[in-house]
Every structure is written in C-alpha cells, then in structure tokens.
C-alpha cells in the first residue's frame, strides 16, 4: 500500500506512534520515526525493515529541531509524501484552579504547536509529491469535556481547527489533511490518566476506568492502538485520497459527531 513512499511519524518511540510506525513500515514504506527517546531505536529494530527504518531524535517543540527532522528524511529518502502528528503528552489532570500555567503551556506545546511545526516544514515537500498526506492524533476528549483535563482537550480541540483549515489550504495541490480521535487507547499513559481519575474520585482503578472511559462506549472497552495505526495507514494511502478535513473517532463508539 505504501511502497516507495516516505513517512515522518512523530512520537514514534512507543504507544500508538509506535503501532502507526510498524503498520507503515510493514506496508512498505519509508519511515522517519522522530521523537526525542531511544524507544525510537527500539521501534526501528521491531520493524526489522532495515534502511526504511529512519530513527531521528526530535523535539517537536523546537523549530530548529524539526527542521532538522525534514531535512535528513528528505537527505536520506528523496522526499516527505506524508506526515503522521502524533507526539503529545497526556498533561496536568486538575481542575482548572490547580493547574499551573507551564503545564498548560507545556501541554499545547507538544500537542498543537509541534503538528504546526512539522507540518509547516513538510508542507513543500507534501506538494511535490503525488499523494501528500496528512494525519494529526488528535482525540476525542477535543470533542467533548473531560473533567479535570483542561489543557489536553483545548489542545486536541486545536489540533481539529488546525486539520480543518490545513486541508483546504493544502487542497489546491492534493494535499489530504485529516484528524483521528481515538478513544481511551491501552498503554502506560492510559493507564496513569486512570489511576490519577481514581485518586481524585476516590474509586479502584476498575471501577475508574469503566466511570471514565468504558461505561460511555458503545462497545464497552479500550481500544487497541493497532485499531489506531490502521486507520492513520488507509487515510495515508491511495484509497483515502478523496478524505480530508475530516476528524475520524476510532473510540469504540463513544462520540458520535
């Protein structure tokens, strides 16, 4: 689905970068994985895809940093033909009153300025090829509230006003640009938002867990991130060509706009 085609996929070191990262390297292509742990290293020697496997330390907060992530891909492969914006942290849970504001900036930081940034700087690159692609993570706590969780949703929330308005400027030149809201997605970070849940609502982790995130999804439990990759896989391939500015749920059907 993918051969020959080169992909930057940030927050590649684990989790859902991680499952995009080898869903994409098994379907052939090229693969920059960027963020700034060694786990990158670690997704590239799963892939075992030899050369197409591409580890670059990046901080996407940093606009230098990201340059440098662009360049070498292009150096490496010849070109960018899609992006993947997955890097993001879960940030502070507190009610608004108790969080600090270098948490709320560094939460929109990582999760709404580093997908300006890389794609910003892909953006020339994306042209030039004949399937440019862009898929953001965003979630689907930037479509509906999540108690005590104010700086995550504002900054998913803005990761769809981004999506939105990129794919139409980008559309004059076959640009795809679109937006995957995952639900709650098994994993260590999950895994401490539920716990921190639990702390505050006084309740087992269980019990927190089906509270939070299970009881209000039509198919009543988490989602896997290969449930995530495969989706990011077909809106970068050639039959999600006539899907963009779309923010797609895989949620187990939890939202339902």
């Known amino acids: 689905m993918h051969e020959d085609r080169t992909i930057v ?43 197409r496997a591409l580890p670059v330390r990046t901080d996407v907060t940093a606009e230098s940093s990201v340059e ?16 993947v914006n997955n890097a993001g942290i879960a940030g502070p849970t507190a009610p608004v009153t108790e969080v600090d504001a270098d948490d709320w900036d ?31 993570i965003s979630s689907i706590s930037g ?11 504002a900054s998913k929330m803005a990761v769809i006003g981004l999506t ?28 401490r938002v539920i716990e921190r849940q639990a702390e505050r609502r006084g309740l087992g982790y269980e019990e927190a867990k089906r509270a939070v995130f299970t009881d209000d999804a039509a198919l009543g439990e988490l989602v896997d991130p290969e449930d995530v990759a495969e989706m990011v896989s077909f809106l970068l391939g050639p039959k999600g060509r006539h899907i963009t500015g779309q923010d797609i749920n895989v949620d187990g059907g939890t939202v339902w706009y």
Do not use: Q
């Open 9 to 51: 996929v940030t927050g590649a070191s684990g989790g859902i970068g991680r499952a995009i990262s080898l869903e994409l390297l098994a379907n052939g292509a090229n693969v920059a994985l960027a963020a700034r742990s060694d786990g990158i290293e670690e997704t590239a020697s799963l892939a075992d895809a030899g050369d």
């Open 68 to 83: 440098a992530l662009v360049e070498e891909t292009v150096s490496t492969f010849g070109g960018i033909d899609g992006v």
């Open 106 to 136: 560094r939460t929109m930081a990582v999760n709404a300025r580093g997908p300006f940034l890389v794609t910003k700087h892909a953006a020339p690159h994306l042209v030039e090829s004949d399937r440019g692609s862009v898929v953001t």
């Open 143 to 153: 479509k509906r509230p999540l108690e005590d969780r104010t700086p995550y949703a």
């Open 164 to 191: 939105r308005t990129l794919a139409f400027e980008l559309g004059d030149d076959d640009v795809t640009v679109n937006a995957v809201c995952p639900g709650a997605t098994t994993g260590p970070r999950i895994d």
